[in-house]
Nanobody, 118 residues
């Protein structure tokens, strides 16, 4: 099993920044990739950013150039630096970990609220 603990959410002004963190524990040797998803009211949960164990990254078009995902392998932690935040970035952000065994199985954190508002 993999446990994920998120932190760093909060309320920020448009144009501001937040840094989300997700610490993984448990069967971390099985993790293939980690990332962040978000879900706003009335919308589907969508991929924001992901990073594989090999360092490859993937971003949603809506956040490219504004968000950066990074990893601290020693601490089994991933970060999402969110800059130039927009009101439409408001959502619950969920940490995700995909494992090799069971193949393609995903674990989820509890979610952290990000609100961008004046």
């Amino acid at each position: 099993q993999v446990q994920l603990v998120e932190s760093g959410g909060g309320l920020v002004q448009p144009g501001g920044s937040l840094r989300l963190s997700c610490a993984a524990s448990g069967s971390i040797f099985r993790i293939n990739a980690m990332g962040w998803y978000r879900q706003a009211p009335g919308k589907l949960r969508e991929l924001v950013a992901a990073i594989t164990s090999g360092g490859s990254t993937n971003y949603a078009d809506s956040v490219k150039g504004r968000f950066t995902i990074s990893r601290d392998a020693a601490k089994n932690t991933v970060h999402l630096q969110m800059n130039s935040l927009k009101p439409e970035d408001t959502a619950v952000y969920y940490c995700n970990a995909e494992v090799y065994i069971p193949r393609g199985y995903n674990y989820w954190g509890q979610g952290t609220q990000v609100t961008v508002s004046s």
